[in-house]
């Protein structure tokens, strides 16, 4: 009896250490900028207002851009110059600056973001002041060096895409397209399908996928 008395002791203590380690790992991951923000928004969920600075330091605010008349939707794109998927679709391939450009006088306003910190890969004003260049970027790139509007989103992979309807909603969250490989294009664009639906006033019939591509360079 004295011993099933100790082993009893032993075993609630054992759990006692397990539920204080897993309510210190939740705390410091709350900390971190991890935990619920980092699990983001989806579709038909209301897209985090941010504003943010481009590579030649001009503000840019998601909130004010919604507001404008001639704005029928924005798209986001999470970028990474340096990731083998971006550099797919900007460089190999010209997929972004086609459908950024073949949207831009039907009121389809185009962003990217850099959520990379400082020091890792594809980060830095400066690397991306090059990307701009060399890839042709029309568009902004709003860095978000300290992964705050990242973490909102909850944004895991470059490329990721969101397209934001005129009342803030998410219109369509995912993919670029069907093929997942750091090479080839897919047979369907999923955000050229469903931009078209939108703007014509349909329902996206695919508004929610799968991004791929390299992981966001958060610090943590």
Not at 70 to 99: G, Q, Y
Not at 134 to 162: C, H, S, W
Request: proline share 2%; with cysteine.
């Amino acid at each position: 009896m004295t011993w099933l008395k100790r082993k009893g002791v032993a075993i609630l203590s054992t759990v006692a250490a397990v539920s204080a380690a897993t309510t210190l790992s939740v705390a410091v991951a709350s900390q971190n900028g991890m935990g619920q923000s980092q699990q983001g928004v989806t579709t038909g969920e209301m897209a985090p207002m941010f504003t943010l600075k481009d590579t030649e330091g001009k503000e840019h605010s998601l909130e004010a851009v919604l507001a404008k008349d001639s704005t029928k939707a924005v798209v986001i794109e999470w970028f990474n110059p340096d990731c083998p998927f971006v550099v797919k679709h900007h460089k190999n391939h010209t997929t972004m600056k086609d459908l950024a450009k073949k949207y831009a006088d039907q009121g389809i306003v185009w962003m990217a973001i850099n959520s990379g910190a400082e020091g890792l890969q594809g980060a830095g004003v400066e690397r991306n002041k090059r990307a701009v260049k060399d890839y042709g970027i029309a568009n902004p790139v709003l860095m978000d060096m300290d992964g705050k509007v990242g973490r909102q989103y909850g944004a895991k992979r470059t490329p990721e895409m969101f397209v934001i309807a005129k009342d803030g909603r998410i219109a369509y969250h995912g993919a670029i397209d069907s093929d997942r490989s750091a090479r080839n294009l897919g047979d369907t664009n999923y955000v050229d399908e469903a931009l078209t639906a939108h703007l014509a006033g349909e329902s996206i019939e695919t508004s929610r996928t799968q991004a791929y591509g390299c992981s966001v360079k958060y610090r943590n």
